[in-house]
C-alpha cells in the first residue's frame, strides 16, 4: 500500500474505495438517482415492488398507526396479507429518513447503493480478522505494529499488514461487485442485493466461536452475530435459512476442531511422566480437564438466537403462524427447476456483461416465452443465467483452497455445499436435466432436492439464490489466494533488493488482480427503470372522495403466476395518489384471492382481451352487461389507460383492444379530463346510489360480493332455500353504499340463516362486524331465521362496505357425521372410502385419498369382472386384474384361479361392465361367494353386479349389489369435506 495512504485511516478508507467503485460500477444510476432505480421494464417490475415497500410501511405505520403486515389498497376490495411478502423490512425501515427528507426514489436507491457499499466492507472485515487471527497467517499483525524497537522488524510488519489490508480489500471487491448481484439488481429483485448483513453475521459468528477471544468479547461478538441475524431475516427471510445451514457447517468444524485439540492434549499430557514414572509438572498441568467442546459453542448459538428472535420476532411470529395455519407448500418441485443454475452458467458471463453478455431485452422475451411453453416446468433451465462465478475468481479460489486447505475447511465447505444448492435438485447441462444413456433416460440428483422435503426450508423455490452465500465462499478463498501470491512477490522482492520497477512491481500486479476480478463480473450500464410518476395521479391525490383506481393493463400477481396483464408499475404509482386499485402483487396468498377475480365474468372478459387481444362479441357483451355494476360495487371513480411499453407482452400487442374494451362498455365521461405521455385518463359516470343495499346469496351472479369464507358453487339451496353455505368461521360479503343518510344515527343489518347441525352440536352463534367495527352475538336456533343488529352510522363508508359474520363453530360433515367403513357382517372396516359403478360401458373402482379426497382410479377397466385387491392396513391398490367373462369361459376360469390365490383377509373390490355374466361358471360364482358375496349364476345373467367383500368371509356377509340398468355401491365416511358454519340465503342493510 502506497505510504501516503498509510497515513490514511483504515476503514474510512476502504468504505470510500468502497463507496467510488460503487458509484462507478452503478453508472448511470449516480446521474439519475432521483428519477431512475435499478431494473427493466421489460421484466415484472419487481423493483417497483421494493420502492412501494418503502412507501407503504410509512403510509400504515407513521401516517396511519395501522398494521404493515395487511393492506387493503391492492388486491380490491379483498385486500391481502404482506406477512409472507417480499417486503424487505429493513431497507423499509432504513429508507425512511431519506424517504421523508428528500424522495421516495432517492431513498430506494441509497439503500441499494449502501447495500454494495457495505457488502464489500463486510467481507472486507471478514476476511482481513480471517488472515490476522492466531491461525499463523498473519500472526504479525495482530497488536504487533508499533511495539517493535527494532525499525527493520516493524516496516517487514507494516508491509505485512498492508499485504492483508489488501488481500482482504479484494475478497470485499469479489462479494460487492459479483455478477450474481449485478443480475438481481438488474431483475429488481433488491432483496437478493440486500447481502450486506452476510459477511458480518459470519464474522461475529467466527468471533463468538473463537477460542483466542475473552468471553466477555465472545458474548459482545454472539449479540451482534443475532442482531446481523435478524437484519438478513427482515431483509430477505430465505437468506436466514442460509444463514442458519451456514451455522451448521461452522459448529461442526469449529467442535471437531475442538475436540481434535482436546485429545492431542489429553495424549500430550499421557506421555509426560517423569524418570520415576510420576507424573511431572506439565503433565499435571496439561491433564487439567479441558474446556467442554460444546460449552462455549451453545452459549453463543443460543445468545445469538435468543437476540436474533427479539429482534425478528415481530416479522418472525406471524409469518411461522401462516406457514403453519395455510398451505403455502409449492406443487411438486414448483419452480425449483427453471430457476436452478445451469452447469455451464457458472463459466458464462451474465447477459448484461458490456463485452461479453447479449441483447438483455431479447433475452428476458425469451425467457417470458420460455415460460408459457407446456411442460416448462419438466424442461430444465429456462432463466437468464443468474450466477457467474467468473473465470479468474474461479482460479484465485481453487489456489486459495489448495494452499491453505487446512485453514479454509469452513469456507471450501460453504463454496461447495451453496454451490451445488445453486443447481437444483437435478444436475443441468445446456438446459437439459434428463439425459439418454444407452436408451435409458436418467437424471443426476443434487443436494438441493433433500432440501425440498425439509417444511418450511421447501418453500425456497429459487436454487439460484443460494448464491449469495457461494460468492460469500469464494470472496474468501479468493482473498487468502492473493494474499499468498502478494507474500510471495513480497519475499522475492526483499531478495532481489530495492529498484524502482520492484517497488511498483507488487502494486502493478494487484492492480491487475482487481481489474480482472472487476472486468469479468461487469454489468455496465447498470440497466435502470424510469421511476418518475405521470402528473395526473397527483391530481386524482387530490380528489377526497373515497374511490377506487383502474388501471389498463389490469391484473394480478403471486409468487406463482399471473392473472392478466399486471404492471406492478402501476401499484408503486399508488405512493403517490394513495387510493385503492384493482389490481396488484403479492407473494405468497391463499388461492381465494386470484380465484375472486378469476370467477367474475367481468374480469375474465377483461383478462382474456389483455391476453390475447381478442375482442369478441361475446367479451363485449359480458363486460358490457356488469359494467355499471361493477364500477358501483368497487366505486371505481378513476379509469387509467396507459400506453404500452417496448416489448413487454402481451399487452405491447393487446393494448389498443384493452382501450377499445374498456372505452366501448365501462361507464366513463365522453373526453379523458388528462392526457400526456401516451396516457388517457376518465372519470368514471357512477349510477345513481342507494344507501340500502339487498343481497340474494344462492342465487345467480352474486360471487363479486362474496369474500373469503363462502362455498365456491354460484348457486345452492342448502335446507331448501336459495342459500350459499357459509364454510369457515368467518364469512364476509361486499356491500355498496351511498349517500348515507347523515340526519339517521342508525341502520339494520339482517340476515337470513339456518345453522349447519348435527347430532349433539352447539349452539350456533354468530357476531356481525362491519368494517371492522364489531356488533352484538345473537343466538341461532336449528332452522331458517332472520336475525338483525343495529348498526351505527358511524361505521358504515360511502363506498364498499365490508360486512363479516363471525360464527360460533364450522364442522366438517366427514368429522361430525361419520360413515361406515364395515365391510358387511365381515368384522372388517376399510381403511379409505371406495365407490363402484357398474354399468353397461364400464366399470368404476375409485379409492379416495384421505387427505384430499382425490378419487384414484382403481379398476382395469375391462370389459367382464373387474377385480381389484387392497392392502387391509392402509387401503392402497396391492393389484387389479380383468377378465372378459362375456366373451369366453376360459377368462371365467381365470377369474376363478385368481380369487383362488388371494391372501386370505384382503380386502376385495369387484365390479362388472357390460354382459360380464354371459361366460360365468359355477366355479367362477364359488370363488365370488369366499369374498363373502350371496349370488348364484343365475341371479347376475343379464344384470350388472359391484361386490364390497373379504377374501374369506362367509357367503352374504359383504357388500353387494345387483341391479338391471347399474349397480352403484359406495362405502366409506361422509364425502363432504368442507367445513359447514350456517346456510345464509338474504342480507340486506335498510333504514
Not at 387392497?870 to 362375456?886: H, N
Not at 371365467?892 to 354382459?915: K, T
Not at 360365468?920 to 350388472?944: F, K, N, W
Amino acid at each position: 500500500m502506497p505510504k501516503s495512504l498509510n497515513r490514511v485511516p483504515l476503514h474510512p478508507l476502504a468504505l470510500g474505495v468502497f463507496s467510488l467503485l460503487t458509484l462507478i460500477l452503478s453508472w448511470p444510476l449516480p446521474m439519475r438517482i432521483f428519477t431512475w432505480v435499478p431494473g427493466v421494464a421489460q421484466w415484472a417490475f419487481d423493483e417497483s415492488t421494493f420502492v412501494w415497500n418503502i412507501w407503504y410501511f410509512k403510509h400504515s405505520l407513521i401516517d396511519n398507526l395501522s398494521t404493515p403486515l395487511h393492506s387493503d389498497l391492492i388486491y380490491y376490495p379483498l385486500g391481502i396479507d404482506l406477512v409472507l411478502y417480499t417486503y424487505n423490512f429493513f431497507n423499509a425501515i432504513i429508507a425512511q429518513p431519506l424517504h421523508v427528507a428528500v424522495s421516495l426514489i432517492f431513498a430506494s436507491n441509497v439503500t441499494v447503493l449502501l447495500s454494495t457499499v457495505l457488502s464489500g466492507y463486510g467481507t472486507f472485515l471478514l476476511v482481513r480478522y480471517l488472515l490476522v487471527r492466531d491461525w499463523g497467517l498473519g500472526a504479525g499483525d495482530r497488536g504487533s505494529i508499533g511495539r517493535h524497537r527494532d525499525d527493520s522488524r516493524s516496516e517487514i510488519v507494516n508491509r505485512q499488514s498492508s499485504i492483508v489490508n489488501l488481500s482482504a480489500f479484494a475478497a470485499g471487491v469479489v462479494y460487492a461487485f459479483a455478477s450474481n448481484r449485478a443480475i438481481y439488481a438488474t431483475l429488481g429483485h433488491y432483496d437478493m442485493v440486500t447481502t450486506q448483513w452476510i459477511p458480518l453475521y459470519a464474522l461475529m459468528l467466527l468471533r463468538s466461536l473463537d477460542g483466542t477471544l475473552t468471553p466477555s468479547r465472545r458474548r459482545k461478538a454472539a449479540i451482534l452475530a443475532g442482531v446481523f441475524f435478524a437484519f438478513n431475516g427482515l431483509a430477505e427471510m430465505i437468506t436466514a435459512v442460509f444463514l442458519a445451514i451456514f451455522t451448521i457447517i461452522v459448529v461442526v468444524i469449529v467442535v471437531s476442531r475442538q475436540l481434535a485439540v482436546s485429545r492431542k492434549q489429553l495424549a500430550d499430557s499421557s506421555e509426560q511422566l517423569g524418570v520415576d514414572g510420576a507424573p511431572s509438572r506439565s503433565a499435571i498441568r496439561n491433564s487439567q480437564p479441558a474446556p467442554r467442546p460444546f460449552l462455549n459453542t451453545l452459549s453463543a448459538l443460543l445468545l445469538i438466537g435468543v437476540v436474533s428472535f427479539a429482534l425478528w420476532s415481530p416479522v418472525l411470529v406471524p409469518i411461522l403462524y401462516q406457514f403453519l395455519t395455510d398451505d403455502f407448500s409449492l406443487k411438486g418441485w414448483g419452480e425449483a427447476i427453471p430457476l436452478s443454475v445451469d452447469l455451464l452458467g457458472w463459466f458464462t458471463p451474465t447477459v448484461v456483461h458490456p463485452l461479453f453478455g447479449g441483447d438483455l431485452v431479447t433475452n428476458l422475451r425469451q425467457v417470458l416465452v420460455n415460460w408459457t411453453l407446456p411442460g416448462n416446468l419438466e424442461t430444465g433451465f429456462r432463466d437468464v443465467n443468474t450466477v457467474f462465478l467468473g473465470w479468474a475468481t474461479i482460479v484465485l479460489a481453487l489456489l486459495g483452497a489448495f494452499v491453505y486447505r487446512k485453514r479454509l475447511s469452513i469456507w471450501m465447505w460453504t463454496a461447495l455445499t451453496f454451490g451445488l444448492f445453486t443447481l437444483g435438485p437435478f444436475l443441468q447441462i445446456n438446459g437439459r436435466y434428463r439425459f439418454d444413456l444407452d436408451g435409458v433416460e436418467t437424471s443426476f440428483p443434487l443436494p438441493f432436492a433433500l432440501l425440498h422435503y425439509i417444511p418450511i426450508i421447501k418453500a425456497n423455490r429459487a436454487p439460484n439464490r443460494n448464491s449469495v452465500l457461494l460468492m460469500l465462499g469464494l470472496a474468501v478463498l479468493v482473498g487468502f489466494a492473493i494474499y499468498w501470491i502478494l507474500k510471495k512477490w513480497k519475499k522475492n522482492e526483499l531478495r532481489m533488493g530495492s529498484g524502482s520497477f520492484r517497488q511498483r512491481s507488487m502494486p502493478i500486479l494487484y492492480s491487475l488482480f482487481i481489474f480482472l476480478l472487476v472486468f469479468e463480473h461487469l454489468a455496465l450500464p447498470l440497466p435502470l427503470s424510469d421511476a418518475r410518476v405521470p402528473a395526473v395521479y397527483e391530481m386524482i391525490a387530490a380528489d377526497p372522495a373515497p374511490v377506487s383506481v383502474m388501471h389498463a393493463p389490469l391484473g394480478w400477481r403471486n409468487s406463482f403466476g399471473t392473472l392478466g396483464p399486471e404492471r406492478t408499475l402501476l401499484q408503486y404509482y399508488q405512493s403517490v395518489h394513495q387510493k385503492p386499485m384493482l389490481g396488484g402483487n403479492i407473494s405468497r396468498a391463499p388461492d381465494f384471492k386470484m380465484d375472486y377475480f378469476a370467477r367474475i365474468p367481468f374480469f375474465q372478459s377483461i383478462i382474456g382481451v389483455g391476453t390475447d387481444g381478442q375482442l369478441t362479441p361475446e367479451r363485449l357483451e359480458t363486460v358490457q352487461a356488469q359494467a355499471d355494476e361493477m364500477m358501483y360495487l368497487y366505486n371505481v371513480g378513476y379509469v387509467i389507460l396507459t400506453p404500452p411499453i417496448e416489448q413487454r407482452f402481451p399487452y405491447v400487442d393487446t393494448w389498443q383492444a384493452t382501450w377499445d374494451l374498456f372505452k366501448s362498455t365501462l361507464p366513463l365521461e365522453a373526453q379523458p379530463f388528462w392526457t400526456g405521455d401516451g396516457f388517457e385518463v376518465y372519470r368514471v359516470i357512477q349510477p345513481e346510489g342507494s344507501d340500502e343495499f339487498t343481497l340474494e346469496l344462492g342465487e345467480p351472479g352474486t360471487f363479486p360480493y362474496q369474500g373469503d369464507g363462502w362455498d365456491n358453487v354460484e348457486v345452492d339451496a342448502p335446507y331448501g332455500l336459495p342459500s350459499i353455505w357459509a364454510t369457515d368461521e368467518q364469512s364476509c360479503v361486499f356491500v355498496p353504499l351511498r349517500d348515507l343518510d347523515e340526519t339517521r344515527s342508525t341502520y339494520t343489518l339482517t340476515v337470513q340463516a339456518r345453522p349447519f347441525d348435527y347430532p349433539g352440536s352447539p349452539q350456533q352463534q354468530v357476531t356481525a362486524q362491519i368494517n371492522g367495527e364489531i356488533l352484538t352475538t345473537q343466538d341461532l336456533v336449528n332452522d331458517w331465521q332472520n336475525v338483525s343488529w343495529t348498526v351505527p352510522l358511524s361505521t358504515l363508508r360511502n363506498t364498499v362496505n365490508e360486512i363479516c359474520l363471525n360464527w360460533s363453530y364450522a364442522a366438517s360433515p366427514r368429522t361430525v357425521l361419520g360413515g361406515e367403513r364395515m365391510i358387511g357382517a365381515t368384522g372388517v372396516a376399510l381403511p379409505v372410502d371406495v365407490e363402484l359403478k357398474s354399468f353397461a360401458d364400464g366399470a368404476w373402482i375409485s379409492t379416495f385419498d384421505e387427505e384430499s379426497g382425490v378419487p384414484n382410479d382403481a379398476s382395469a377397466g375391462r370389459q367382464g369382472v373387474n377385480v381389484t385387491v387392497l392392502d387391509a392396513r392402509t387401503g392402497e391398490i396391492v393389484d387389479m386384474q380383468g377378465f372378459d367373462t362375456a366373451a369366453n369361459e376360459f377368462e371365467s376360469a381365470a377369474l376363478a384361479e385368481y380369487i383362488d390365490q388371494i391372501a386370505a383377509g384382503s380386502p376385495v373390490l369387484v365390479g362388472s361392465r357390460g354382459a360380464a355374466g354371459d361366460f360365468l361358471t359355477e366355479d367362477a360364482i364359488t370363488q365370488l361367494r369366499t369374498l363373502g358375496a350371496e349370488m348364484t349364476l343365475a341371479s347376475v345373467q343379464g344384470s350388472y353386479f359391484s361386490i364390497v367383500g373379504v377374501k374369506g368371509a362367509q357367503p352374504g356377509t359383504a357388500l353387494q349389489v345387483v341391479g338391471e340398468t347399474e349397480a352403484f355401491l359406495r362405502i366409506g365416511l361422509n364425502p363432504d369435506r368442507r367445513t359447514l358454519a350456517a346456510a345464509v340465503g338474504t342480507m340486506s342493510l335498510t333504514r
